[in-house]
């Protein structure tokens, strides 16, 4: 079944659509669950007072019709400000083959209305600015960071060797009414798989990506986003050495490990090729040393096992909490699994079916509302599927 993965050499996606089940998803401080995705050109955005049984009326972000990028590595993001404010991006994809723009908007005025869009990064070339994300830290701070084409470009111009693209970032202090012009965090990274970010409990931004290492091996690279005029610290965080000439268009998950005085690093879940064990993986990065735990592996490789997502919480008891959740498709059903641990990720429960489907269906997401877990999950034949987590023995 690795084939599956591996199907599509490089770029080769974000296919604009009539309408996408690719979607991204988050809660406000009030409860309401926010959707974003795409139709017929547009950014949608709508919201849930009853967890997804039913929603309001579509709001269009942008005016003009785009070609938008909505596929499971590459959808519409939104967040939401600690006061409130709702933010969205987006890749437009461009005329030239695999060249786009990311694209930003916000609204201030609980979703009725969004101001007008604007391009994220300076660079207006038409190559590419893909697979953002968006990352909204607890200061109000908005980091939106992308896969880049510009120095693979200058590269090539000046006969230079260059493997892979970029990741490049800008940031906006003032609530999204503006960036800062973007910086580059790493060259070489993969050119097709998704960003994953996350925050420390100070609020530094943490990016994991698919980075392209000496020998063409696709393992996974982390850092911190930098703090003005301080240079990017990047440290390999996989080691399955998969040595393949082409993306395997299949993201990591990432979550930050405890909180306050009791943080201590990330939790990781990945695919990895690798010939003698393919398949997904869970290790634990120490934040402070930059050192891996040996990797578990988890999931039905057989069954086409990947696209994982992670949450951390501390309960009640201010046990640290882990839910990882992934897909799996056999005879054309897909199913989500999940795994639970009470302790950090160092020990888990067996693997138990969450949900089913019979058609065409999404990759799951793990947000959450004040504490309490959610799984969400668009499917074609139930539509958007919303299931509160609940602790499970270990």
């Known amino acids: 079944m690795l084939a599956t993965f591996l199907s599509i050499a490089h770029e080769e996606h974000t296919l604009p659509q009539k309408g996408a089940l690719a979607i991204s998803a988050a809660f406000d ?11 017929d050109g ?27 990028g909505a596929d499971g590595e590459a959808r519409p993001k939104i967040a939401i400000s600690p006061e409130g404010n709702i933010y969205v991006t987006w890749t437009e994809a461009l005329k030239k083959p695999f060249a786009g ?36 830290a607890p200061d109000g701070n908005i980091t939106v960071s992308w896969v880049d084409k510009r120095d693979l470009i200058a590269a090539k111009a000046a006969g230079k060797k260059y493997d892979g693209a970029a990741i490049y970032y800008a940031v906006s202090a003032d609530k999204g009414a503006s960036f800062k012009s973007e910086q580059k965090l790493a060259d070489s990274s993969c050119e097709c ?35 003005a005029d ?13 040595q393949i000439d082409g993306c395997p268009h299949h993201g ?12 201590w690093g990330y939790h990781m879940a990945y695919f990895d090729g690798n010939d003698a064990k393919p398949g997904l993986y869970y290790s634990r990065m120490d934040g402070v040393a930059w050192a891996s735990s040996p990797a578990k592996k988890f999931g039905d490789n057989a069954k086409q096992a990947g696209h994982p997502a992670l949450l951390s919480f501390s309960d009640k008891l201010g046990l640290e909490n882990i839910w990882l959740v992934w897909r799996e498709i056999k005879d054309g059903k897909s199913s989500i ?27 799951p997401i793990l947000i959450q509302d004040k504490n309490q877990p959610y799984l969400i999950w668009n499917t074609l034949q139930d539509g958007l599927i919303v299931i ?6 270990i």
């Open 29 to 39: 401080s009030q409860g309401n669950l926010w959707r974003a995705g795409v139709h």
């Open 42 to 68: 547009f950014v949608v955005v709508d919201k849930s007072s009853d967890f997804g049984k039913t929603f309001s009326a579509s709001v269009k972000v942008n005016q003009v019709v785009q070609k938008i």
């Open 101 to 136: 723009h990311i694209w930003f908007a916000r609204s201030i005025d609980a979703g009725k209305t969004f101001e007008k869009p604007y391009i994220v990064h300076q660079d207006r070339a038409e190559i590419t600015h893909r697979f953002d994300a968006l990352n909204v």
């Open 193 to 227: 798989c998704r960003i994953v970010t996350t925050n420390k409990p100070d609020g530094a931004v943490v990016a994991l990506w698919r980075h392209v290492f000496e020998g063409s091996e696709r393992d996974h690279m982390i850092a911190e986003i930098p703090k």
């Open 230 to 242: 301080a240079k990017p610290d990047t440290h390999r965080a996989t080691f399955g050495h998969w």
């Open 252 to 263: 990591a998950a990432l979550a930050s490990g405890g909180e306050s005085k009791g943080w």
């Open 337 to 363: 699994l999940g795994m639970f641990s009470n302790d950090g990720g160092k020990s888990w429960n067996e693997a138990e079916t969450l949900a089913t489907s019979s058609q065409k269906a999404d990759y």
């Open 388 to 393: 509160a987590l609940k602790s499970r023995p």
